[in-house]
Nanobody, 115 residues
Framework: QVQLAESGGGLGHPGGSLRLSCEDSGLTFSAYNLAWYRQAPGKERELVAS???????TYAPSVQGRFTISRDNRKSTVYLQMNNLNLEDTAMYYCNARRGSRAYWGQGIQVTVSS
């Protein structure tokens, strides 16, 4: 059974940092493209960052230069390093693993940025 488990969320402060992790169990992790999405209250879920099997990365314009996505296939884990947080980063964050038509989601983890 596939399970993606996020960790590392919680309360952050403007200008501060948080690091999210998402550990997989049940997938051939290295064979999947990975991504982080987020959904703020009253808004649609949006793609934050993605990393392909070949380690190619993409970022939403709103986080470019502040967030870094990375993966460790040996640990079956994908990370999202979030620096220079701002209030608009407050959202539920979800990790996603995708291969062709198959897609798996974590349950989500809350990130709240507040002064």
């Amino acid at each position: 059974q596939v399970q993606l488990a996020e960790s590392g969320g919680g309360l952050g402060h403007p200008g501060g940092s948080l690091r999210l992790s998402c550990e997989d169990s049940g997938l051939t992790f290295s064979a999947y493209n990975l991504a982080w999405y987020r959904q703020a209250p009253g808004k649609e879920r949006e793609l934050v960052a993605s990393i392909s099997m070949a380690q190619e990365t993409t970022y939403a314009p709103s986080v470019q230069g502040r967030f870094t996505i990375s993966r460790d296939n040996r640990k079956s884990t994908v990370y999202l390093q979030m620096n220079n947080l701002n209030l608009e980063d407050t959202a539920m964050y979800y990790c996603n693993a995708r291969r062709g038509s198959r897609a798996y989601w974590g349950q989500g983890i809350q990130v709240t940025v507040s002064s």
